[in-house]
Nanobody
Framework: QVHLVESGGGLVQPGGSLRLSCAAS????????WAWYRQAPGKQSELVAL???????RYDYDVEGRFTISKDNAKNMVYLQMNNLKPENTAAYHC????????????????WGRGTQVTSAS
């Protein structure tokens, strides 16, 4: 059974920084892309950052230049470094991975973490 667990959220003043982490546990054959999504109250979930298997990245225009997604393949972990946080970045941040569990039917499957809350406020 594969699980994704996020950590690192919290309350930070505007302009501050946080580093989110997401660990994938279980028996995993391969991981395709990693991504971070966020959902603010009353709003739809939106893609924040994506790290493809070829190493390419994509960011929401709002966070470009302030957030950085990275990964540690040996640990099956992904990170989101968030700098210069703004109040509008307040949301629950969810980790997403497209991966193949060991022994699963061929193909890639989407897994989600439960989320970690990020609040930027004075």
């Amino acid at each position: 059974q594969v699980h994704l667990v996020e950590s690192g959220g919290g309350l930070v003043q505007p302009g501050g920084s946080l580093r989110l982490s997401c660990a994938a546990s279980g028996s995993i054959l391969r991981i395709g892309h990693w991504a971070w999504y966020r959902q603010a109250p009353g709003k739809q979930s939106e893609l924040v950052a994506l790290l493809a298997s070829d190493g390419s990245t994509r960011y929401d225009y709002d966070v470009e230049g302030r957030f950085t997604i990275s990964k540690d393949n040996a640990k099956n972990m992904v990170y989101l470094q968030m700098n210069n946080l703004k109040p509008e970045n307040t949301a629950a941040y969810h980790c997403n991975a497209e991966l193949t569990p060991t022994g699963a039917d061929p193909g890639r499957y989407n897994y989600w973490g439960r989320g970690t809350q990020v609040t930027s406020a004075s």
